[in-house]
């Protein structure tokens, strides 16, 4: 059953929220804590693993827990030929909200460790290696997320997503930030976890060029799909289940008695 949109409006801006307040917490503690960007690194990168695999699994089942703009572009693309997924009334909703929740979670986390509540970031990262960081980062997310769909494995994204946002730490010269919200908000914290204003724009211009190499990528790996596919995959998935659980009951009814019944599900 879909949850009524200003519900799942208010999940997006939550879970935004709450996921750039362990990106820039995470960092502010690493960076008190040790002086070893490698092991400042590590921490930060580990507390958004397990941060953002808690927020999916929490929040997913209300808004599909995009959290992201790319991811919410990328899923109203593949909808529109389906006829599944946000349309342009949710897309419209769920961006300002995953913005304003990115914002206020670094106004969050700069208040927990007494920072000042807004305070613009002086990292400047717009070098172009950094900005192909992204574009792989930003890709590679949404290869994953709509593979995982494709697949039939959507409910491992809690575990998977955030394994990938893990390893894009360390394999992308940008740290994967591969969101435009959270690129938004870590702008208003002068943190470990920050990003200079006047990088941001190249940072989410590149982000949007990675939505359209994994949409790309999507189709080259499963094919283009369509509303009429999509209607096949499920009456046949139907199908199938309606006919394995025949056979089930069918084995249970003509078992001989000297063996042992199958176990009821």
């Known amino acids: ?11 997006e801006a939550i879970g935004t929220g ?3 307040t362990v990106v820039v917490g995470s960092g502010i503690q690493a960076t008190e804590l040790s002086h070893d960007v490698g092991v400042q690194l590590l921490a930060n990168s580990l507390a958004t693993v397990f941060g953002l695999g808690v927020l999916i699994t929490l929040l997913g089942p209300v808004s599909g827990a995009h959290f992201n703009p790319a991811v919410t572009l990328a899923a109203w693309a593949t909808g ?6 946000p349309g342009l009334r949710e897309v419209a909703a769920y961006v300002p909200a995953q913005v304003a929740g990115a914002i206020a979670g670094a106004v969050l986390a700069d208040a927990m460790f007494g920072e000042p509540l807004v305070r613009f970031s002086t990292q400047h990262r717009s070098a172009g290696h950094l900005l192909l960081g992204e574009v792989v980062a930003t890709g590679g997310l949404v290869l994953l997320v709509l593979g995982l769909e494709r697949v039939g494995r959507a409910a491992l994204a809690p575990a998977v997503v955030a394994s990938y946002i893990g390893a894009a730490y360390w394999f992308t ?3 994967s930030f591969a969101n435009p919200a959270v690129t938004i908000g870590r702008a208003f ?3 470990f976890a920050g990003i200079a204003p006047g990088s941001v724009a190249p940072f989410i211009g590149a982000q949007l060029l990675g939505v359209v190499v994994g949409l790309t990528a999507v189709t080259v790996v499963y094919g283009r799909r369509d509303r009429a596919a999509t209607a096949t995959a499920t009456a046949t998935a ?7 659980a025949a056979a089930t009951t069918a084995t249970a009814v003509v078992a001989p008695h000297d063996e042992p019944e199958l176990a009821s599900p």
Do not use: I, Y
Not at 1 to 11: I, S, Y
């Open 1 to 11: 059953m879909t949850a009524p949109l200003g519900r799942r409006v208010a999940a």
């Open 18 to 20: 709450l996921l750039v």
């Open 80 to 85: 529109r030929r389906t006829g599944e997924g």
């Open 173 to 175: 010269s940008s740290t």
């Open 189 to 191: 914290t002068d943190t």
């Open 238 to 244: 139907t199908t199938a289940a309606a006919a394995t």
